[in-house]
């Protein structure tokens, strides 16, 4: 399985171009210093070495699951080891999601850096045989006697197939079984033995990391500081390398340099970290952050160095062929609480022609492990043997005195060995083991409310109140309807928000705050949702608070006015204004229409207009239709205004004249009484009558 022999008779030191990170006694405590240190010789095989065997390498054909990016050219395995103290210290569940996002941040890091590898977390494991007692360090007493460290320890029982005559330790088998590229040790920090305040150490080129957290588990204090500490000495491990004048080896690669840019931030494997004062990428002359270039070519570019490297370090050890696929028979276990135990069942697909394992991890729900489930530290190692297509895994249930509704607890496989997981998730259920009443919860809303007083949102639990019951509260933008316009978020403070009714409690009350604005506006309204965490009766679960306006409303008066009051029938059209005066608050809307000639003479486009808050005028067109016609006589026309019950009308209605504007056409016979040609005879008739005089 190995595609290389992990002790060499030419030992090479742990501490060959080892990094250790410190933060120095008399500085600010998020600043981190990277200083070089010696240790004894172990048992590593650098990246110098690897390269000087003259093997042709090329990536090897795993199967990413978990975080690592699947397009990426190079896969590296990464194996954590926890010092039981640590795990201890943080839990069981925090560590495993805290190294888990370490894994991805890196992997985001490679990504933003143009580097084409990803790191892939295997498995990660409690130290059997590193006691938590140990010092960080060897030590040699007066009289040559050594006392062996936690990191020496680590080395022999991780890393040296020989460290004993009985045979390799647990740790070297588990190791070797997953053939993981990188391995990493992670500590609790201890100040009390580590004067320099060491956070982490990395071995320039070699496979081995460690990392020291501050992080408690229960404050926020440091608890993204590893993560960067990660992500610097993993660069370590493929080779890259402090800025110029701090470089932690002499056979480093010439351009292996952290740099600056962005306005003077530190690039990832920058000696000193600051959190305020970094960006999260390698060195690399191809990219530009704040219009400054994070690296110069063939000078500082960590990019191409762990670029290089990448295929080689992904082959230190060959992972086992996968046998099969496990996941879980169905997203769903029930039990009763007093059935005692509960069975889950996992099934293996494919090949089945060997042995093969997989983790199953017990994630802290509304049940919880220690409370609920009898089952040490959340996690339960299953075995496959040779042609093995299922395993059954017994969980053993706490029955207690609570009276509780129905608990779940989320199941996860992961770090599976020689296997590949699908269906990596399910859920088990826990049914109460009593008679469990929780009652039903009515939901509502106080009456309408004048804006900036409170809107109160009260939850009565009836007909039972056993146990521990949960509810989300949550308001949103309403769709208005014909009696109530819809609220803005400007009009209220969203809420959105848990409640949870504790065993016997029977009220809750939440307040929803309004805003008192000098906005004119009607009636308005939001919704109130309610809907239940677990599988509670909610009666009203969708409600609607109303906020009352409390400014006064002057929508003022309408006057409606002509241009011309007289025109002609060929005008084509005329405007008509209507004026808003002596106020203009609040949406108005007037109805206009046309009477006297009707349709005949003139014509509406439409049927009324609406003045917006604060609109004073709008033009209004009236058609007027020429007929053509000499028999039509001068006709009137009015266009009315009507105005909602709330609104005056100073001037309803203007009244337009059209004139006709059509000539006679000459008739074949005469008519002396009148016409055109009658008129012209007479005058004709006169003229020679007073030239013959």
Not at 37 to 47: C, R, V, Y
Not at 118 to 137: F, G, I
Not at 555 to 580: H, K, M, P, W, Y
Request: proline share 2%; with cysteine; charged share 20%.
């Amino acid at each position: 399985m190995l595609k290389k022999t992990i002790l060499s008779t030419s030992m090479v030191a742990f501490g060959v171009g080892l990094a250790v990170f410190s933060v120095a006694a008399n500085e600010s405590r998020n600043f981190t210093h990277f200083e070089d240190a010696l240790t004894p010789s172990k048992f590593e095989i650098t990246l110098e070495q690897l390269k000087s065997q003259a093997m042709t390498y090329q990536t090897r054909a795993k199967s990413p699951t978990g975080t690592a990016n699947k397009e990426a050219a190079a896969i590296v395995d990464l194996f954590v080891w926890f010092q039981p103290a640590y795990l201890t210290k943080i839990g069981v569940q925090s560590a495993h999601s805290r190294f888990s996002e370490m894994v991805d941040g890196v992997n985001q890091a490679f990504l933003d850096s143009e580097i084409d590898v990803s790191v892939r977390l295997v498995n990660a494991e409690p130290l059997r045989n590193v006691s938590d007692e140990l010092p960080l360090q060897s030590t040699i007493d007066s009289d040559g006697n050594v006392t062996q460290g936690a990191l020496d320890r680590f080395n022999s029982v991780v890393l040296d197939v020989n460290a004993r005559s009985e045979g390799p330790y647990y740790e070297y088998k588990k190791y070797a079984a997953y053939g993981a590229d990188l391995v990493m040790y992670a500590r609790d920090f201890r100040e009390a033995e580590q004067t320099n305040l060491s956070l982490g150490v990395g071995a320039n080129g070699g496979q081995i990391s460690a990392i020291f957290d501050r992080y408690n588990g229960l404050s926020d204090e440091f608890m993204f500081e590893s993560y960067s500490i990660f992500k610097h000495v993993i660069g370590h491990n493929f080779g890259g390398d402090h800025e110029v004048g701090k470089i932690s080896t002499l056979t480093s690669e010439s351009d292996a340099r952290a740099t600056t840019c962005d306005g003077g931030k530190n690039t990832i494997m920058w000696s000193g970290y600051d959190k305020n004062n970094a960006v999260s990428v390698y060195s690399n002359p191809n990219i530009q952050l704040g219009g400054e270039f994070c690296g110069e070519l063939g000078k500082t570019d960590n990019t191409r160095v762990i670029n290089s490297n990448a295929v080689i370090t992904s082959n230190r050890w060959d992972a086992p062929d996968s046998l099969g696929i496990i996941s879980f028979s169905q997203t769903g276990y029930t039990a009763n609480e007093t059935d005692g135990t509960v069975t889950i069942t996992l099934t293996r697909e494919g090949s089945l022609s060997g042995e093969s394992e997989v983790e199953l991890a017990i994630l802290d729900d509304s049940a919880t492990v220690g409370n609920d489930i009898a089952i040490t530290s959340g996690v339960k190692r299953v075995f496959f043997s040779s042609g093995e297509a299922s395993v059954t895994v017994v969980l053993n249930l706490i029955v207690d005195e609570v009276a509780e509704t129905q608990e779940s607890v989320n199941l996860i496989l992961r770090y599976p060995l020689a296997a590949t997981v699908t269906a990596t998730q399910a859920k088990l259920t826990i049914e109460e083991s009593g008679q469990v009443n929780p009652g039903e919860v009515d939901v509502s809303v106080s009456e309408a409310k004048v804006e900036g007083q409170d809107v109160v949102v009260t939850l009565n639990r009836s007909n039972g109140s056993d146990g521990e019951i949960s509810f989300e509260v949550a308001t949103g933008i309403m769709t208005a309807t014909a009696d109530l316009d819809a609220a803005t978020a400007d009009d209220f403070t969203a809420l959105n928000t848990a409640v949870t009714f504790a065993d016997g409690e029977t009220q809750k009350t939440l307040n929803i705050s309004t805003l008192d604005d000098d906005l004119v506006e009607s009636t308005e309204g939001f919704s109130v949702m309610v809907t239940a965490k677990q599988n509670s009766i909610i009666n009203n679960s969708q409600n609607v608070a109303q906020i009352l306006d409390n400014d006064e409303v002057n929508a003022g008066s309408f006057t409606i006015s002509a241009a011309d009051s007289q025109v002609n029938e060929d005008v084509g059209t005329l405007e008509l204004t209507i004026d808003r005066t002596g106020g203009s608050d609040g949406a108005v809307e007037i109805g206009i229409a046309v009477e006297g000639g009707g349709e005949d003479f003139a014509q509406l486009d439409t049927t009324s207009v609406v003045f917006a808050d604060g609109e004073v005028q709008k033009a209004v067109v009236v058609r007027v239709l020429n007929n053509n016609s000499t028999a039509q006589t001068t006709q009137n026309f009015s266009v009315v205004m009507t105005t909602p019950e709330t609104v005056t009308a100073s001037v309803a209605r203007v009244t337009v004249t059209v004139l006709n504007d059509d000539e006679a056409t000459q008739t074949s016979t005469a008519d002396s009484g009148g016409g055109a040609f009658g008129w012209l005879s007479l005058l004709l008739a006169g003229l020679v009558f007073r030239k013959r005089q």
